[in-house]
Protein backbone atom coordinates (compact mmCIF):
# COMPACT_ATOMS: atom_id res chain seq x y z
CA UNK A 1 0.00 0.00 0.00
CA UNK A 2 2.86 2.42 0.93
CA UNK A 3 4.53 1.77 -2.59
CA UNK A 4 1.25 2.58 -4.25
CA UNK A 5 0.96 5.79 -2.57
CA UNK A 6 3.98 6.95 -4.05
CA UNK A 7 3.59 4.97 -6.84
CA UNK A 8 0.08 7.65 -6.97
CA UNK A 9 1.93 10.52 -7.06
CA UNK A 10 4.44 9.59 -9.03
CA UNK A 11 2.19 9.74 -11.99
CA UNK A 12 2.45 12.44 -14.45
CA UNK A 13 -1.66 13.50 -15.39
CA UNK A 14 -4.60 13.28 -14.40
CA UNK A 15 -5.36 10.46 -16.79
CA UNK A 16 -2.34 8.45 -15.83
CA UNK A 17 -3.49 8.45 -11.95
CA UNK A 18 -6.47 7.71 -12.69
CA UNK A 19 -5.88 4.79 -14.50
CA UNK A 20 -3.15 3.70 -11.84
CA UNK A 21 -5.65 3.98 -9.35
CA UNK A 22 -8.47 2.23 -10.48
CA UNK A 23 -5.52 -0.56 -11.80
CA UNK A 24 -4.46 -0.63 -7.91
CA UNK A 25 -8.17 -1.95 -6.74
CA UNK A 26 -7.92 -4.96 -8.87
CA UNK A 27 -4.71 -5.31 -7.95
CA UNK A 28 -4.75 -5.19 -4.16
CA UNK A 29 -8.84 -5.64 -3.12
CA UNK A 30 -9.14 -9.89 -3.27
CA UNK A 31 -12.09 -10.30 -5.41
CA UNK A 32 -12.32 -7.40 -7.19
CA UNK A 33 -12.65 -7.96 -10.82
CA UNK A 34 -13.20 -4.27 -12.23
CA UNK A 35 -12.94 -0.33 -10.93
CA UNK A 36 -13.55 2.83 -12.06
CA UNK A 37 -14.38 6.13 -10.64
CA UNK A 38 -17.71 7.80 -11.28
CA UNK A 39 -17.41 11.62 -11.26
CA UNK A 40 -21.27 13.67 -11.12
CA UNK A 41 -21.68 17.09 -12.68
CA UNK A 42 -24.71 19.00 -12.38
CA UNK A 43 -26.11 17.71 -15.20
CA UNK A 44 -24.28 14.68 -16.37
CA UNK A 45 -22.34 11.46 -14.78
CA UNK A 46 -18.79 11.23 -16.15
CA UNK A 47 -16.84 7.43 -15.35
CA UNK A 48 -13.12 7.73 -15.55
CA UNK A 49 -10.45 5.04 -16.21
CA UNK A 50 -12.37 1.76 -16.27
CA UNK A 51 -10.77 -1.10 -15.83
CA UNK A 52 -13.42 -3.64 -17.48
CA UNK A 53 -16.41 -2.85 -19.61
CA UNK A 54 -19.22 -3.58 -16.83
CA UNK A 55 -17.87 -0.53 -15.18
CA UNK A 56 -19.37 1.64 -17.61
CA UNK A 57 -22.14 -0.41 -18.75
CA UNK A 58 -23.35 -0.30 -14.58
CA UNK A 59 -23.18 3.84 -14.61
CA UNK A 60 -24.58 3.94 -17.48
CA UNK A 61 -27.68 2.22 -15.93
CA UNK A 62 -27.28 3.83 -12.74
CA UNK A 63 -28.06 7.03 -15.12
CA UNK A 64 -30.85 5.58 -16.96
CA UNK A 65 -32.53 4.19 -13.35
CA UNK A 66 -31.73 7.27 -12.09
CA UNK A 67 -30.66 5.50 -9.06
CA UNK A 68 -28.08 2.84 -7.66
CA UNK A 69 -25.22 2.29 -5.12
CA UNK A 70 -22.48 4.88 -6.50
CA UNK A 71 -25.00 7.74 -6.41
CA UNK A 72 -24.98 7.25 -2.91
CA UNK A 73 -20.94 7.19 -2.61
CA UNK A 74 -20.85 9.75 -4.99
CA UNK A 75 -23.24 12.28 -3.46
CA UNK A 76 -21.82 12.15 -0.05
CA UNK A 77 -24.81 14.95 1.58
CA UNK A 78 -27.17 12.66 0.63
CA UNK A 79 -25.66 9.12 1.22
CA UNK A 80 -23.06 6.69 2.63
CA UNK A 81 -19.21 7.26 2.29
CA UNK A 82 -18.58 3.93 1.85
CA UNK A 83 -20.73 0.89 1.12
CA UNK A 84 -20.47 -2.57 0.61
CA UNK A 85 -23.20 -4.95 -1.15
CA UNK A 86 -22.84 -8.77 -0.78
CA UNK A 87 -25.34 -9.46 -3.49
CA UNK A 88 -26.98 -7.39 -5.52
CA UNK A 89 -30.13 -10.00 -5.99
CA UNK A 90 -30.69 -8.76 -2.37
CA UNK A 91 -30.88 -5.05 -3.02
CA UNK A 92 -34.55 -5.06 -5.66
CA UNK A 93 -35.90 -3.14 -2.31
CA UNK A 94 -33.81 -0.26 -2.49
CA UNK A 95 -32.86 -0.02 -6.19
CA UNK A 96 -35.66 -2.08 -7.70
CA UNK A 97 -35.02 -1.29 -11.37
CA UNK A 98 -31.19 -0.78 -11.04
CA UNK A 99 -30.39 -4.43 -9.24
CA UNK A 100 -32.06 -6.28 -11.26
CA UNK A 101 -30.67 -5.05 -14.37
CA UNK A 102 -27.00 -5.03 -12.86
CA UNK A 103 -27.35 -8.92 -11.98
CA UNK A 104 -28.13 -9.30 -15.76
CA UNK A 105 -24.65 -7.59 -16.25
CA UNK A 106 -22.68 -9.64 -14.80
CA UNK A 107 -22.24 -7.69 -11.59
CA UNK A 108 -22.18 -9.93 -8.15
CA UNK A 109 -21.30 -7.88 -5.24
CA UNK A 110 -20.02 -3.87 -5.31
CA UNK A 111 -18.16 -1.58 -3.01
CA UNK A 112 -17.96 2.38 -3.17
CA UNK A 113 -15.62 4.73 -1.55
CA UNK A 114 -16.14 8.52 -1.68
CA UNK A 115 -13.38 10.17 -2.75
CA UNK A 116 -12.06 12.70 -0.92
CA UNK A 117 -9.93 15.80 0.98
CA UNK A 118 -10.69 18.22 3.30
CA UNK A 119 -11.55 21.00 0.81
CA UNK A 120 -13.62 18.89 -1.88
CA UNK A 121 -15.53 16.13 -2.74
CA UNK A 122 -13.97 14.66 -5.73
CA UNK A 123 -16.47 11.78 -7.06
CA UNK A 124 -16.36 7.68 -5.95
CA UNK A 125 -14.09 4.89 -6.38
CA UNK A 126 -16.07 1.97 -7.28
CA UNK A 127 -15.12 -1.89 -7.06
CA UNK A 128 -17.13 -4.57 -8.81
CA UNK A 129 -16.98 -8.43 -8.71
CA UNK A 130 -18.71 -10.87 -10.51
CA UNK A 131 -19.32 -12.99 -7.91
CA UNK A 132 -22.05 -12.81 -5.20
CA UNK A 133 -20.35 -12.48 -1.41
CA UNK A 134 -16.95 -11.69 -2.75
CA UNK A 135 -16.00 -8.75 -0.56
CA UNK A 136 -14.91 -9.04 2.88
CA UNK A 137 -14.40 -6.75 6.00
CA UNK A 138 -10.75 -7.13 5.30
CA UNK A 139 -11.56 -5.95 1.40
CA UNK A 140 -13.24 -3.27 2.54
CA UNK A 141 -10.71 -1.26 5.05
CA UNK A 142 -8.15 -2.35 2.07
CA UNK A 143 -10.80 -0.12 -0.31
CA UNK A 144 -11.03 2.35 2.30
CA UNK A 145 -6.80 2.66 2.26
CA UNK A 146 -6.67 2.89 -1.01
CA UNK A 147 -9.56 5.51 -1.53
CA UNK A 148 -7.50 7.47 1.05
CA UNK A 149 -4.33 8.04 -0.50
CA UNK A 150 -5.88 8.00 -3.92
CA UNK A 151 -8.19 10.87 -3.26
CA UNK A 152 -5.38 12.46 -2.13
CA UNK A 153 -3.00 11.67 -5.62
CA UNK A 154 -5.97 12.80 -7.63
CA UNK A 155 -6.75 15.62 -5.98
CA UNK A 156 -2.85 16.75 -6.16
CA UNK A 157 -2.77 15.50 -9.98
CA UNK A 158 -6.16 17.91 -10.90
CA UNK A 159 -3.71 21.36 -8.49
CA UNK A 160 -1.03 20.50 -11.09
CA UNK A 161 -2.81 20.11 -13.80
CA UNK A 162 -4.75 23.61 -12.91
CA UNK A 163 -1.37 24.81 -12.52
CA UNK A 164 0.07 23.85 -16.16
CA UNK A 165 -2.24 25.25 -17.72
CA UNK A 166 -2.59 28.28 -15.95
CA UNK A 167 1.18 28.85 -16.86
CA UNK A 168 0.71 27.82 -20.24
CA UNK A 169 -2.19 30.27 -20.88
CA UNK A 170 0.12 33.04 -19.46
CA UNK A 171 2.81 32.26 -21.92
CA UNK A 172 0.83 31.87 -24.59
CA UNK A 173 -1.20 35.08 -23.66
CA UNK A 174 2.48 36.89 -23.22
CA UNK A 175 3.15 35.74 -26.58
CA UNK A 176 0.32 37.31 -28.29
CA UNK A 177 0.65 40.65 -26.52
CA UNK A 178 4.49 40.10 -28.33
CA UNK A 179 3.14 39.75 -31.35
CA UNK A 180 0.82 42.51 -31.17
CA UNK A 181 3.32 44.92 -29.85
CA UNK A 182 6.09 44.10 -32.61
CA UNK A 183 3.50 45.10 -35.59
CA UNK A 184 1.26 47.61 -34.37
CA UNK A 185 4.26 49.14 -32.50
CA UNK A 186 1.80 49.43 -29.70
CA UNK A 187 3.15 49.30 -25.53
CA UNK A 188 2.47 46.46 -23.77
CA UNK A 189 -0.36 47.84 -22.13
CA UNK A 190 -1.98 48.76 -25.17
CA UNK A 191 -1.03 45.63 -26.94
CA UNK A 192 -2.88 43.75 -23.96
CA UNK A 193 -6.30 46.13 -23.82
CA UNK A 194 -6.79 44.83 -27.64
CA UNK A 195 -6.61 41.28 -27.04
CA UNK A 196 -9.04 42.22 -23.57
CA UNK A 197 -11.54 44.02 -25.81
CA UNK A 198 -11.53 42.07 -28.81
CA UNK A 199 -11.88 38.61 -26.46
CA UNK A 200 -15.12 40.52 -24.51
CA UNK A 201 -16.46 41.85 -28.06
CA UNK A 202 -16.83 38.50 -29.57
CA UNK A 203 -17.15 36.79 -26.44
CA UNK A 204 -14.22 34.72 -27.04
CA UNK A 205 -11.95 33.78 -24.37
CA UNK A 206 -9.27 35.72 -23.88
CA UNK A 207 -6.99 33.04 -23.86
CA UNK A 208 -8.21 31.77 -27.25
CA UNK A 209 -8.00 34.95 -28.67
CA UNK A 210 -4.26 34.67 -28.11
CA UNK A 211 -3.78 31.22 -29.36
CA UNK A 212 -5.28 31.82 -32.42
CA UNK A 213 -3.32 35.44 -32.94
CA UNK A 214 -0.22 33.14 -31.75
CA UNK A 215 -1.04 31.21 -34.76
CA UNK A 216 -1.57 33.38 -37.27
CA UNK A 217 -5.23 32.47 -37.64
CA UNK A 218 -7.06 35.24 -36.68
CA UNK A 219 -5.95 39.31 -36.58
CA UNK A 220 -7.77 41.23 -33.98
CA UNK A 221 -5.95 45.07 -34.86
Known amino acids: MAAMARDLLAQDSVDATLERITASATELVDGCDAAGVLVLHTSEVETL ?4 QLVVDSDRLQVEAGEGPCFAAARSAAGERAFRIADLADEQQRWPVYAPRARELGVGSMMGFLLFTDDEDLGALNLYSRRPGAFTE ?5 GWLLASHAAVAFSSA ?3 ARMRQAVATRHTIGEATGILMGRQRLAHSQA ?5 RYSQENNVKLSE ?3 L ?4 KRTVW
Open 49 to 52: APTD
Open 138 to 142: ADELA
Open 158 to 160: RAH
Open 192 to 196: FEVLR
Open 209 to 211: VAR
Open 213 to 216: VCEG
